[in-house]
């Protein structure tokens, strides 16, 4: 986690579908209403290279084992969290990313069944164990998810994946957040939006300095 006089950084996690970018996209709007300007980040993504590794991992032509997909992962990480997220942190800024280490662990340990101790190990060395503040959690039923990432058009590799995978992972978030009490808010995705939203800038206005409230 950030170190005390530092930014506060913020993930989103959840499955797919779940309506992290919606609700990622109020949350900016708030902080900016507040006077924050957020640093908004995305995972995998975020730098030239993180870019072009999202267009290999999310391609539907690809097949791609299970160790090479984390690594790949990992490697975009590192660069996210050296070019962007640390030094925002450093700056005092807020950073709000789309997608984290939690991810990781959910589709590459409870979803491809990677040893959770190798990715934990590897992770720490990518990010050199910078965590998250908050993670929000959107819940949803992978069934429910899936079909909303449907309407969005072509599913990509990851989508594409059986519902048996997509409810290992669902269940892997879920544990993970029980694990974790106190870095994790656990909303339900069915939610409407606008309760959704008030939930979340909540939790997060309630992290912020008093003086930057």
């Not at 979803?111 to 720490?124: E, N, P």
């Not at 449907?150 to 992972?169: C, I, N, S, Y």
Request: net charge negative.
């Amino acid at each position: 986690m950030t170190q005390p006089g530092h930014g506060l950084f913020l993930s989103f996690e959840g499955p797919e579908g779940a309506g992290k970018s919606t609700q990622i996209a109020r949350l900016a709007w708030h902080l900016e209403a507040a006077g924050q300007a957020p640093t908004i980040t995305r995972e995998p993504g975020g730098t030239p290279l993180g870019t072009r590794v999202r267009d290999v991992l999310l391609d539907p032509e690809l097949t791609i084992d299970p160790l090479p997909e984390f690594l790949l992962y990992s490697a975009s990480r590192a660069q996210l969290v050296t070019n962007v997220i640390r030094p925002a942190l450093d700056r005092g800024k807020v950073v709000v990313c789309d997608r984290y280490a939690d991810s990781s662990l959910a589709y590459q340990g409870f979803g491809r069944g990677l040893d959770a101790a190798l990715l934990r190990g590897i992770t720490a060395a990518a990010t050199g164990g910078l965590w998250p503040d908050l993670t929000v959690l959107l819940d949803l039923d992978p069934v429910i998810g899936l079909q909303r990432a449907a309407r969005r058009g072509q599913p990509d590799r990851l989508e594409q994946a059986d519902l048996t995978f997509h409810q290992r992972l669902r269940q892997g978030f879920v544990q993970l957040a029980e694990a974790e009490p106190d870095r994790f808010l656990v909303l339900d995705a069915t939610l409407a939006e606008a309760e959704l939203e008030r939930m979340i800038w909540e939790a997060v206005h309630s992290r912020l300095p008093a003086s930057r409230r």
